[in-house]
């Protein structure tokens, strides 16, 4: 059994962080084929195709994750300065090439932080 305390932290978690000027933040992706991307919890946590809608996103860059990807592709999302930022290196991969790494971004400084899975 779960105990209350994770499972109220899960129940009080948000699907999504829109920041006021720069990005929005998802775990998976959003689903731009209803009027309201943000009714579609379920897209939230398990979309995999992302796409980009300027007219919803309005120039903020989507930062997303759930699908693991070499971190030479986070690194080329970054320099390039792309309107979408997958950041999810497969940490639990670590016998996979270019994978097996945990990641976050700095967004005050756009760095990258990275960490080898080392278990």
């Known amino acids: 059994m779960i105990p209350e305390n994770y499972l109220e932290f ?18 998976a992706g959003l689903n731009f084929h209803i009027p309201d991307p943000l009714e579609d919890k379920k897209a939230m946590v398990w979309k995999r195709d992302i796409k980009y ?23 080329l999302q970054l320099a390039k300065n792309s309107k979408t930022v997958n950041l999810d290196a497969g940490c639990v991969y670590k ?13 005050d400084q ?10």
């Open 10 to 27: 899960i129940r009080n978690t948000r699907y999504y962080l829109k920041s006021e000027i720069d990005c929005f933040l998802v775990h």
């Open 53 to 75: 809608d300027e007219d919803f996103l309005s120039g903020r860059k989507l930062i997303h994750g759930h699908t693991p990807q070499p971190l030479e592709n986070i690194q």
């Open 95 to 107: 016998n996979k090439k270019g994978l097996g790494n945990l990641v976050a971004l700095n967004l």
């Open 110 to 119: 756009w760095r990258l932080l990275v960490q080898e899975n080392i278990d």
